[in-house]
């Protein structure tokens, strides 16, 4: 299983980027999706993440400004961020947690991150 994450880059504080992650590979089905973000010197943090229903869950620093969504068809995850603010800046990785096969175990998968810097 592959993931490939895009959408990091340079943007002044108040502004959008949108980030995107696409899982490929031997899937069966995928479950939860989420973001994460490290910044330097600090440990990885959840940011958002959304259930193979529909079901979300932010960090409280990016409530209501950062909107996580899915295409479980193209088995993408989004995370649309706007009103950015300098505290955001951080490298963000999608995880995926998927199946494999029927009878799989549930796997944890990991992109390859995307650095997100934001600008005072």
């Known amino acids: 299983v592959q993931l490939q994450a895009s959408g990091g880059g340079l943007v002044q504080t108040g502004g959008s980027l949108r980030l995107s992650c696409a899982a490929s590979?031997?899937?069966?089905?995928?479950?939860?999706m989420g973001w994460y973000r490290q910044a330097p010197g600090k440990q990885r943090e959840l940011v958002a993440k959304?259930?193979?229903?529909?079901?979300?869950t932010y960090a409280d620093s990016v409530q209501g400004r950062f909107t996580i969504s899915r295409d479980n068809i193209k088995r993408t995850v989004y995370l649309q961020m706007n009103s950015l603010k300098p505290e955001d800046t951080a490298v963000y990785y999608c995880n995926v947690m998927a199946r494999i096969g029927y009878y799989s175990a549930i796997y944890d998968y990991w992109g390859q991150g995307t650095k997100v810097t934001v600008s005072s």
């Open positions: 959304i259930t193979s229903g529909g079901s979300t």
């Open positions: 590979g031997s899937i069966f089905s995928v479950n939860d």
